[in-house]
């Protein structure tokens, strides 16, 4: 069992992002974060976090500690704050949910998933390529094999139907 | 007994240096090969440990024992009878440990030969402690080594905590600093009055092949690899241990296929996540995935409905069923002969399916006399025949009414026209019942008697109901909702500051979880009453729910006929498809209109619009909301021909929206 301070003082943590910056944070908000709290369990106070960079981590710092505060009046104050937290490009959200993703913070999880879900709708395949920087690796025959099977999702810009056509 | 006695206990056997011999059967087994009974060998036993032990625990493998006997086995109420074999082969032996659980460290208090040798840890250097020294590369380090895996540590802390049974592979160390693999099963062991008093710890230990330089730390979990690589036991990199998880890694998105295909792929529509498919290899790899399609379809369509899906159709293919369902490329009609007969013959009845099977109550018979049986019909048999259900006491009968399915296999009666007037009572039946039997539900203050009403089913367990005729002949416009799943259902209204004109023969479809789509029905229009086309919608989830109008135009695609909607219609049929969409066909309808012709709604569309779907195969002649039944969420049965006055109710038409999956791949 970790040894909790009994003090008055809230405990802080030091989390020490792949760059070697130390940040200073609240142990009660850090442990919004499984991996943290795993380690805080183990009695660990500086928290080396290699998989981090700074920049990254100023951003999931910003999140923890908005939902640490997080109360049955401020729901709608958190909504718009998590709207406005993935307004970001999608190289930014990608860093942001592999750290997410290490860190175990499920709901920042969720929130960034979500966000490329939402990106990813209606897009034509080649939009998708384009913005995600993935090449295309089908040989032209699988191609067009592939896209028989899916022309049913991709025709008439995302379309219905209509059958009254046939 | 006590923490203090345990203590003390504890201190005198450590400075005896005592050992504890094992009696446990399973060793005597683990060294003969065969389970002796009553034979406990001999060894030394502590006196005071068995008095601190406890109660007898009578544990079911224990019918072996002799009770009577004070050896710790007993006491312990360890399934000493049973062979270690159960989890671990015979013959590989097995260290045991059982820590005392009443001292919130979880002292070791026992640890068997095996334990010793595996480990190097003599007894009497480990008991009293707490075993996650195992964890220690070093006896004199104080805390655990990091590559032991932070997460199985709190798995293992969370089972203890929860007093569940555990089971997992650990990183350990024997005392000269060797690295073990601990393949580790807890287990809560409970005195009579069910408080755990110990853990029983066996461990299965084999050489870790691990390099201990190449580590860094603290130790994670490998999330981005430039290549694809197969994890079997072992990550050998970080020497995390993982369960048997093959995890590919796309390289290109450097996210592993768990965030992937789990977390983003699952909250795209399954159009989406086809059309996705044609990005790149790894992408295709994973949308055909049939879980990853199956949780397209939950997120999309919603838990309950999937479940019905998955319930009622054998052999259900995700992708597929989302395709057909979104092109509505197999939908067709087919015509049923069916045996067995509905006596007396009757019309004005109504029909509802519970699962496979379809219910028929009620209706009006020879000479406006309204009946009170109930029929069956279950379309699973090989020769699906109607059948009476003989119930203990039924509803007064009636006809004009309203028969919903609610959860699984029960079925609810609105209101309706009785012998005496009309009627706002509610009776529920579960068919699966050994004995089916109508119960009323009192439902406090109930809404005003009515007939021709319509009703549906919200979130599997809430009736609404709406509209209707009331025994003076008016008109009524109210919504009123019961929510079966109470222990004292209630009806209450829904008060709205704006309702649609007041009508009968309307259709109530459910759709989106929580929100009603009203179609038609016979409306009121001034002094006069007409037949309607509009649609209406609302959303209970909302604080205060209103009623809104829907504007739905026709949809106007390229080669299509002139853009149409549903003529004005009442006693039609609304089916709710899995994917949210609502057909409407059918009914009574002005002018000189086909009541064959299909439309289509998709009401969650900013700008909803009909579109007409022509379906191939044999319509029925008419089709009436209250005698079609909508089966397993792809199949719409219309029940019977209507020619003259008679319902021949052994003929079914049936609307498939997909292809039967275990017939055609």
């Known amino acids: 069992m970790a040894s909790s301070s009994k003090t008055e003082q809230k405990k802080m943590l030091i989390l020490k ?18 991996t943290i709290k795993n380690m805080v369990e183990d009695d660990f106070t500086l928290i080396p976090l290699p998989n981090v960079d700074t920049e990254t981590l100023i951003k999931i710092i910003k999140y923890m500690k908005k939902h640490g505060e997080k109360t049955k009046s401020n729901e709608k104050d958190i909504e718009e704050f998590d709207k406005e937290f993935v307004k970001k490009s999608f190289t930014e959200l990608k860093e942001l949910v592999l750290a997410a993703n290490y860190l175990h913070i499920t709901s920042l999880i969720d929130l960034l998933c979500q966000a490329f879900a939402d990106r990813i709708k209606n897009k034509s395949v080649k939009a998708i390529r384009e913005i995600f920087g993935i090449p295309n690796d089908f040989t032209p025959e699988e191609e067009a094999e592939v896209y028989e099977q899916h022309k049913w999702a991709h025709e008439e810009g995302k379309e219905h139907i209509d059958h009254s056509a046939y | 007994m006590g923490v203090k006695k345990v203590e003390e206990e504890e201190e005198e056997n450590r400075a005896r240096g005592k050992r504890l011999k094992c009696t446990f059967n399973m060793e005597k087994q683990q060294e003969g090969g065969a389970k002796e009974e009553h034979d406990y060998g001999e060894g030394e036993i502590d006196d005071d440990y068995e008095q601190f032990i406890g109660e ?28 270690v074999g159960f989890f671990y082969p015979l013959t590989t032996p097995s260290s045991i440990v059982v820590s005392d659980a009443l001292d919130p460290d979880l002292p070791v208090i026992y640890v068997n030969t095996v334990f010793e040798i595996s480990t190097g840890y003599r007894a009497d250097e480990v008991l009293g402690r707490n075993c996650r020294f195992l964890q220690f590369r070093d006896p004199r380090a104080q805390r655990r080594h990091p590559l032991v895996d932070p997460v199985v540590v709190s798995e293992i802390r969370r089972c203890l905590e929860e007093g569940v049974d555990f089971q997992g592979e650990l990183l350990n160390f024997r005392k000269d600093g060797t690295p073990l693999v601990n393949r580790l099963r807890l287990a809560p062991i409970h005195s009579d009055d069910g408080t755990v008093t110990h853990i029983i710890g066996i461990q299965m230990f084999s050489e870790a092949k691990i390099d201990l330089n190449t580590v860094s730390y603290p130790v994670f979990k490998e999330t981005c690899q430039p290549h694809c690589e197969e994890f079997s036991e072992y990550s050998i990199k970080s020497g995390n241990l993982l369960h048997c998880q093959h995890r590919e890694i796309c390289g290109i998105l450097q996210l592993s296929d768990e965030v992937l295909a789990h977390n983003i792929l699952s909250r795209l529509t399954p159009r989406d996540v086809a059309s996705i498919g044609s990005v790149c290899r790894r992408i295709r790899q994973l949308t055909k995935n049939e879980h990853v399609r199956k949780m397209v379809c939950q997120n999309a369509w919603g838990a309950d409905v999937t479940g019905v899906l998955e319930h009622m159709t054998k052999k259900l293919a995700w992708g597929r069923l989302a395709r057909e369902l979104t092109t509505l490329e197999a939908v067709c009609w087919k015509k049923l002969t069916v045996r067995g007969a509905v006596e007396p013959s009757r019309c004005n009845f109504s029909a509802c399916a519970a699962g496979n099977r379809l219910v028929l109550f009620g209706g009006e018979g020879v000479n406006m006399q309204p009946m009170d049986d109930t029929f069956v019909l279950n379309l699973d048999a090989a020769n699906p025949e109607w059948r009476r259900v003989s119930v203990k006491s039924s509803p007064p009968g009636r006809w004009g009414h309203t028969l ?20 706002n009572d509610v009776f529920v039946l579960d068919l699966d019942a050994k004995q089916p039997t109508w119960k009323e539900v009192s439902g406090g203050t109930p809404p005003l008697p009515r007939s021709w009403h319509s009703s549906c089913t919200m979130e599997g367990s809430k009736l609404v109901v709406s509209g209707g005729c009331t025994d003076a002949g008016v008109l009524l416009s109210d919504t009123y909702l019961l929510d079966l799943t109470n222990d004292k259902p209630t009806w209450r209204e829904i008060p709205t500051t704006w309702a649609p004109p007041s009508r009968l023969g309307h259709s109530l479809s459910a759709y989106g979880k929580t929100k009603i789509l009203m179609f038609g029905g016979l409306a009121k229009s001034g002094h006069l009453r007409l037949r309607s086309g509009e649609s209406y919608t609302i959303d209970l989830e909302d604080e205060r729910p209103q009623w809104r109008q829907l504007e739905c135009g026709a949809f106007t695609g390229v080669g299509s006929q002139n853009a149409v909607v549903p003529p004005p219609r009442l006693d039609h049929v609304a089916v709710t498809m899995p994917c949210g969409r609502i057909i409407i066909f059918g009914g009574s309808i002005a002018g000189l209109h086909s ?8 009401p969650s569309e900013e700008k909803p619009l009909w579109r007409t779907l022509n379906v191939p195969g044999q319509p029925p002649k008419f089709a009436w909301g209250h005698s079609t039944c909508v089966v397993g969420g792809t199949r719409v049965l219309v029940l019977g021909g209507h020619t003259g006055e008679e319902w021949i109710l052994n003929e079914l038409y049936e609307l498939c929206l997909a292809s039967k999956q275990d017939s055609e791949a």
């Open chain 1, 17 to 34: 992002s792949s760059e070697e910056e130390e940040f200073e944070i609240e142990e009660s908000i850090a442990v919004q974060s499984g």
């Open chain 2, 595 to 602: 009541p064959s012709q299909l439309f289509l709604l998709d």
């Open chain 2, 404 to 423: 919903s399915c609610l959860n699984g296999s029960w079925l609810v009666v609105f209101g309706g026209c009785g012998r005496q007037g009309l009627l």
């Open chain 2, 56 to 83: 007898d625990d009578d544990s079911d493998e224990d019918d072996e024992h002799d009770n009577d006997d004070e050896e710790i086995g007993d006491n312990i109420g360890v399934p000493c009878s049973q062979p």
